[in-house]
Nanobody, 115 residues
Framework: VQLQASGGGLVQPGGSLRLTCATS????????TGWFRQAPGKEREGVSC????????FYADSVKGRFTITRDNAKNTVYLQMNSLKPEDTAVYYC?????????WGQGTLVTVSS
């Protein structure tokens, strides 16, 4: 299983970014794909995830109403649209795929929200 994350960058407060996580090597099955983040000096936390088959979605309270996760099963890709970004959203964002009890991780992509 491989995950390729992209889309991070520098954005001003109130701005938007879209993260992309392209996956490969997963057979048709039930799994969840999503994003975690880790800010400097803090533990990694779950941000959002979506299941591939029934489309169940999770959002952390801190991002509800601002972030939207979507999937394109034909492309094996998950997107995280991040709007109304705040300085506290600054972190390295990691793509995650949870399948059959195993967590797979992509490389991190840095999101910096600063004026």
């Amino acid at each position: 299983v491989q995950l390729q994350a992209s889309g991070g960058g520098l954005v001003q407060p109130g701005g938007s970014l879209r993260l992309t996580c392209a996956t490969s090597g997963v057979t048709p099955d039930h799994y969840a794909t999503g994003w975690f983040r880790q800010a400097p000096g803090k533990e990694r936390e779950g941000v959002s995830c979506i299941t591939n088959d029934d489309g169940m979605i999770f959002y952390a309270d801190s991002v509800k109403g601002r972030f939207t996760i979507t999937r394109d099963n034909a492309k094996n890709t998950v997107y995280l649209q991040m709007n109304s970004l705040k300085p506290e959203d600054t972190a390295v964002y990691y793509c995650n795929l949870a399948w059959r009890g195993v967590n797979y991780w992509g490389q991190g992509t840095l999101v910096t929200v600063s004026s």
